[in-house]
């Protein structure tokens, strides 16, 4: 998916959650708003979608490309606020890793091509979320026949939509050590005829669902999936077309070049059913530049409400300190 697609996909979830929320305000007469904070942590898997390994086919980056033999572990902690009764403004912090490996596809042009690469991700992302409860029962917390009120029970489906950023760092695996991709310039990033420079530092558009159940007054438990669109498809290291080893060594310059000459290029030499000692050239694809990467997460969440402390108030008492009689004297 493209990038302004992507964004305009994102927009528009986001002006449908709001106006579902506000639609329900008319419906729910709840004190939602005497509450409005609440802390988030959890624990989950990481996958990712791009060049790198995947099924046994040419990717597409579509769901039947994820290696779900490289899913990782992942973690997070968030700080939700409600806007309104059913809609939240939600800020999470998650980590995770993401992998792909050229090994694990018996595609002959991705096998041979003898990539991978394992990259840390730090996303900070902001979101709309619209709640839509789907159980609750009415009744006193402690089951009180007649008592008016909610009980803290219930399950709720989430849809959110929203923006944010990441860091990565795409490595690779050489004689036992790992070396960070991107000062290789595998694809001649920077350099003559070369694409630009990536950043470490990209945007995403983070859209997912989830479902959730109230276990106390202040505690629920979530289960949520995730996934990212992103702006860049440098992720995996891998996007455009193999540059010129020789040119790579001499503009990296060193023993760095020799290392950037191979990482660059390290295909097994038996695509198109040959066998040779390399059948990739200069100017021949590498990546898929046209579709970027993606990257998902599904948390097992806890959320905690922050109750409002109530404001403290001098004692009061409705006895007066003094009055005055019809005689104008002072009774204590």
Known sequence: MSNWNSLKLAVLISAILFSLSVQAQFFNKERW???RHQLQFGIGASNFLGDL???DAIGTNDFK???????KFSAFVGWK??????LHLRTDFTWGQVEGDDKLTQEIFRQNRNL????HIFDLSAMFELEIPIKREKGHIYDIRGARGWKYKGSSFHLFAGLGGFYYNPRTKLDGQWVDLRPMRTEGQGLPDGPDMYKRVSLCIPIGLGL????????????????RFTFTDYIDDVSTVYYNPQELALYVGGAQGDVASYLSNPALGYANGGLSNRVTSPGMQRGDPSDNDGYMFVMLK?????KKQPKRTMFKTNKPRYKRSKSRRIVF
Do not use: C, H, M, V
């Open 33 to 35: 708003d005497k509450n």
């Open 53 to 55: 390994g995947g099924k």
């Open 65 to 71: 490309d994820l290696e779900l033999s490289l899913t």
């Open 81 to 86: 606020y409600a806007l309104r009764r059913n």
């Open 302 to 306: 806890a959320n905690r409400l922050i």
């Open 212 to 227: 959730s159940t109230r276990i106390s007054k202040q505690w629920s438990l979530a289960l949520e999936a995730t996934y």
């Open 116 to 119: 991978n690469f394992r990259s």
